[in-house]
């Protein structure tokens, strides 16, 4: 256990930001998923593509994600659904 306050606090601030960004990536990991399914149906895909993309920029400004990872994603969100349609 840590022993002085500012090690406290640092222990608390991080489990703030880990709760964070577990809710970032858990909303993220739905929306792709509900991207998938409507690619399934063929319904509403192109407003759940941007809500996508939307979530993976904001994760990347979070600085949950890097850039490079969103950028990839992004880039194979977008083919699947070109090749869908």
Do not use: F, P
């Amino acid at each position: 256990m840590a022993h002085s306050r500012s090690a406290l606090k640092r222990i608390e601030t991080a489990r703030k930001r880990t709760e964070r960004n577990r809710r970032v990536k858990s909303a993220l990991k739905t929306t792709i998923k509900k991207y998938e399914t409507a690619l399934g149906t063929g319904e509403e895909v192109q407003d759940r593509l941007r809500t996508a993309l939307v979530r993976i920029d904001k994760a990347v400004t979070k600085g949950i994600m890097h850039k490079r990872t969103a950028a990839r994603k992004k880039s194979r969100l977008t083919k699947r659904m070109n090749a869908s349609t």
